[in-house]
């Protein structure tokens, strides 16, 4: 790789950088290098990005810098230069200019030593460019260093490491590659995208970081993206990620009937545009129902995706409707158990004793402007008791059947359970169950026939449930043949 202009007289420093060129390829520099830094994506056709000028001086101080930048103008426009709030060069960074036009870049900067001088890794300007090439066309960066001064104007030994800036194909916002940016179809590609129900390719997935904010493909893009849709926001405009720490947090369990609701909290002061869940776990032991969203995100549009261990929950609104400021809860998911274990004969437990744990593994959320948000999650997760809260005997499935129906019941405590099936003068027809069974949900099939194993004739029938401490429960069971 070329290297610039080398000075080597003066104090020693060592210098450590890394270059980030593309999301497959990045190279490190050796000790005692400059480079520059860029973006993690290929730009696209008409954007705007930013380069940054780093190095590493480690105890050594810096006083002054000055380089050349030497790039092609057919392919990289450059906007501005700005410091990049290092200690001591919080001033303008000095651009001479006049041969950007051209391709050639000359900047640095120069502090007094009486102020507090950088020592360390710095990122000591941000250059912003805009990539104005043909799709795929490519810009070479040839950084030279000139000077690197210590506050008392010694010379600091320095390499520089030259990069490369490919356009991207797909232009900012044309996140489903059709050749048209910031669509109705490109914020459904992203949805899908964000779901795991598409994978999008790399020039995709730069032109889905619609924000500008260096990460593609996140529920702030999506934000952004409707924001422009509706004409909140301008494709050019950029959002800058907040430093606003929030908490994402899974509560205890509450019964409502056969399922659990469990409450995921995401508090924050401010209003917020989006968020996107990550969870843990097992599809053998657990079932998910369809997520409630809470009072502050009503108006709110609630979409997962299960894909074996993983459930993947989306908090979004097309029509700009956002999550209000508050500390309760985003939204409730209702789970219950379903583990299936064989007992004798017919009788089959549907849940387990054990208790199931289901984690938050990601959390992510944009503002009302589509501004990404970080947030932390609660190392706990959520402990699903398997045990059914009430003794319920459920309506049987199918209902009328022929010749076959299922009946399911819930025991909250371990007892002598019995259940029968009666015809409508009230004379037993059979007994089904009559045994001790531990607490559990169960399920039990009932082929139509006597005790005797004889088919009865169709009719109405009930199925009685009894065990010792609970009212009997009763369900009609409609038998067409």
Known sequence: ?????????????????????????????????????????????????????????????????????????????????????????????????????????????????????????????????????????????????????TPELDDVPSNAIDAAIVVNLLPLGDVNGDGVANQVSDAVFLTQALLGFQVLTAPESSSSDINGDGAPQTVADLVFLVNVLLGLQTPIAKATASGTLLLASLGGPQAEGDWLLVPVRLPSGETLGGALLRLALDPGRLEIGTPRLGPRAARMQVTTAQKGGELIVLVASPEGARVAAGDSPLLWLPVRPTRVDALAGDLTAMRSSAVTALTLRVADAADAAGARRVVDIAADGAEIAAMPARFALHDNVPNPFNPRTELRFDLPQAGRARLAIYDVTGRRVCTLLDRELPAGGYRLPWDGTDGRGIAVASGVYHARLEIAGQAPATRKLVLVR
């Open 1 to 149: 790789m070329k290297r610039g202009l080398v000075c080597r007289v003066g104090a020693t420093v060592a210098c450590a950088l890394a270059l980030a060129v593309a999301p497959a390829r990045r190279v490190n520099a050796a000790p005692g290098d400059v480079a520059l830094v860029l973006p993690n994506f290929e730009p696209a056709k008409g954007t705007p990005f930013d380069v940054g000028l780093k190095i590493d001086t480690g105890t050594t101080a810096l006083g002054g810098y000055e380089c050349v930048l030497q790039f092609d103008p057919a392919v990289l426009q450059f906007l501005s230069a700005t410091a990049a709030g290092a200690p001591g060069f919080s001033d303008p960074v000095r651009v001479a200019s006049a041969g950007a036009a051209t391709g050639y870049l000359r900047l640095g900067a120069y502090q007094r030593v009486s102020r507090t001088q950088p020592v360390g890794q710095n990122t000591l300007a941000t250059l912003h460019f805009k990539a104005i090439g043909l799709p795929g066309s490519s810009s070479g960066l040839d950084l030279s260093v000139l000077k690197l001064l």
